[in-house]
């Protein structure tokens, strides 16, 4: 495995949905991680997904942003990672999915994916799926099948990518305004004429006159 797979394959979650990834985000949060380390086990009471699956994930939460390992399976959220789940906790999705660009944009698979869904315009969901497992290096096995599913979503749910029909394109396209050239000094303006845009002088007109003289 490369130093660049081992480094996308840290972005991708495994056997976890995005619906539970939050979830155990917010368990997190309920368990005090905000203010202290707690075991991953906290996580698990709360959220009711299982520990062992919690504990897999640990590197991951870690490596994109999420928590801060201070100690043999305790860890605490950083300030972003409180920040997201604060705001899913109280329903602010619009104002989540901004936190979650912060940590997402940090993790070197997602400039990768937003390279390839650029060039190529548009792409079904499973080719998609199959690129992010071919650039991290991981097999098909279900608990990536998962994760990268649930990588998708996250990208999806704060604008990065655009999904409709099962077919992925970028959520946020660049809008580029022509450059605005300053006018020349006034002695060295010229008028130019464009096809369809001719400005002409406009004709002399003739008003008559009558007097009447007494």
Not at 35 to 52: I, Q
Not at 110 to 134: A, Q, W
Not at 140 to 166: C, H, P, Q, S, W
């Amino acid at each position: 495995v490369t130093e660049s797979e081992s480094e996308a394959k840290m972005c991708i979650p495994e056997s976890l949905s995005f619906d539970r990834l939050n979830l155990v985000l917010i368990a997190y949060l309920k368990a005090g991680a905000d203010k202290k380390a707690v075991s991953y086990r906290d996580a698990s009471v709360r959220s009711g997904v299982p520990h062992t699956i919690i504990s897999g994930n640990n590197k991951f939460f870690v490596y994109s942003g999420f928590l801060v390992e201070e100690g043999k399976g305790v860890f605490r959220l950083t300030e972003k990672g409180t920040k997201y789940a604060q705001l899913l906790d109280w329903g602010r999705l619009d104002e989540a999915k901004s936190e979650l660009r912060l940590i997402l944009t940090e993790c070197s698979l997602t400039k990768i994916v937003v390279d390839y869904i650029t060039l190529n315009k548009e792409v079904p969901r499973d080719d998609l799926g199959r690129k992010i497992g071919s650039i991290a290096g991981v097999s098909k096995a279900k608990r990536f099948t998962v994760g990268i599913n649930a990588t998708i979503d996250m990208l999806v749910f704060y604008g990065l990518l655009f999904e409709e029909n099962n077919m992925v394109r970028r959520g946020v396209e660049e809008v580029e305004f022509p450059e605005v050239m300053p006018l020349p000094p006034s002695e060295d303006r010229r008028v130019y004429e464009f096809p369809g845009l001719i400005l002409k002088k406009p004709k002399e007109v003739s008003i008559p006159i009558s007097l009447t003289v007494n």
